[in-house]
């Protein structure tokens, strides 16, 4: 009997020293994102100013300055949409043709 009291209190204390070590250990969850961005440098006269490097920018998120993590110095393909409005109103009346289709003469 005296040997099972004594396995019952190993047990229970071992069961309570695992659940305050568990209690020590605080919750810690972080998070990273890559945020990409693309640019393009050009010169005073509008020129394309290739071979930059990483140590030509400084990136800075509300006022602190941010550690590039990728950089690449390469050509990126990127889709665009061409968007037209076209003001139909009647000051416009005049210039309106030269933005109509040409019809063909068939």
Not at 5 to 23: C, E, G, P, Q, S
Not at 38 to 59: H, N
């Amino acid at each position: 009997m005296q040997s099972a009291l004594i396995r019952l209190t190993t047990a229970t204390a071992a069961i309570a020293a695992t659940a305050a070590l568990l209690a020590q250990q605080p919750t810690f969850k972080t998070g990273t994102q890559i945020v990409p961005l693309y640019v393009t440098v050009t010169d005073a006269d509008k020129r394309l100013v290739p071979d930059l490097t990483k140590a030509d920018f400084e990136v800075f998120d509300n006022a602190q300055p941010v550690t590039l993590t990728l950089f690449q110095n390469e050509p990126e393909p990127f889709s665009s949409a061409v968007v037209s409005c076209s003001d139909t109103s009647g000051s416009m009346t005049g210039s309106i043709v030269c933005c109509r289709p040409l019809r063909s003469s068939s």
